[in-house]
């Protein structure tokens, strides 16, 4: 743009502000008084407008890529390459190639599709991705998500925790595990990526008969994350299955009448004889996030 015309009309003007100075000129001091369609004065308005906003720069987020500040609501996309963010505050990201990242604030990002690997510095619980199925919200930890062409996902922990939840489905995934979203599903039951029990899992996950009773089958006691989370997705039925194959890979004081009510306190229970992290913990996220 030719600001110096804007100033002092020096210079020749671009073609939009030609266009403007025309759409006023029936409004400007001593010009004869004629009617002005309204259509006219809206579209006048409008290119007023753009103007303005064309003037104001757009605030920037702590996320760089390179020396480049990135914007809210700035979209990046990958070619064959991968693209290195970060935020002094936050962490790093880096970008696979093929992938489509939107900035939405300093402490929170969206993954349309692609691959993103995280490491995040910040305190617990102050760092999301959301996901077209799903929204990872970091504990403190190093982690790899997936977004494919369809929107399901698949999210791997390397170190310390992610809450994977949406609405009031929630999985938590601790180093080692991994766990599958899909749209208008959420996220599923993490698992160790060592477990012998993934096939049977998908299986499940997919609605196929039999798959349960394979699950519990080849549960080991580490595989107790599994279990607890099943507990409270499998039907009220298959619930007491769960329970008894779940005690009986990890020492727990609970009764059984509040594990098959799904009692919330006595849930708690059998996560803290997991010996992860106590739940006082990691449902301290929820307050804090919402």
């Known amino acids: 743009m030719n600001e110096e015309y804007l100033w002092n009309r020096s210079g020749p003007p671009d073609a939009f502000v030609e266009e403007l100075e025309r759409t ?5 001091l001593g010009a004869p008084k004629r009617r002005f369609p309204v259509l006219r004065m809206a579209a006048a308005a409008a290119v007023l407008s753009a103007v303005a906003l064309w003037q104001i720069p757009r605030p920037a987020t702590s996320w760089h890529e ?3 500040a990135l914007a809210p609501g700035e979209v990046v996309r990958t070619g064959s390459n991968a693209i290195h963010l970060e935020a002094s505050n936050v962490g790093e990201v880096d970008l696979g190639p093929d ?16 691959t993103l690997r995280a490491f ?3 305190p617990a619980r102050q760092f999301v991705v959301d996901t077209p199925s799903a929204q990872a919200v970091d504990l403190g930890c190093a982690y790899t ?7 399901d996902g698949l999210l791997r922990v390397e ?4 809450a994977f939840q949406v609405g009031g489905k929630e999985s938590f995934i601790p180093e080692g595990a991994a766990c599958v979203t899909r749209p208008k599903r959420g996220p599923g039951i993490p698992f160790y990526e060592d477990a012998p029990l993934r096939p049977a899992l998908s299986q499940w996950e997919e609605g196929k008969r039999g798959a349960l009773a394979e699950i519990l089958r080849e549960a080991r006691p580490r595989d107790g994350l599994t279990l607890w989370h099943l507990l409270t997705r499998v039907s009220n039925e298959d619930r007491e299955r769960v329970w008894q194959r779940f005690r009986e890979l990890v020492p727990v004081d609970v009764e059984t009448s509040a594990v098959l009510r799904a009692d919330p306190r006595a849930i708690d229970k059998c996560w803290n004889a997991l010996n992860l992290e106590n739940t006082g913990w990691w ?7 919402q």
């Open 283 to 289: 449902r301290g996220w929820e307050r804090a996030w």
């Open 120 to 122: 995040i510095w910040a």
């Open 159 to 162: 170190f310390g925790w992610v």
């Open 99 to 114: 992938s489509q990242l939107r900035v939405e604030t300093g402490r929170k990002l969206s993954l349309d599709r692609g």
């Open 24 to 28: 006023l000129a029936p409004l400007r």
């Open 66 to 68: 390179g020396a480049t």
């Open 145 to 151: 998500l997936q977004v494919g062409p369809h929107g």
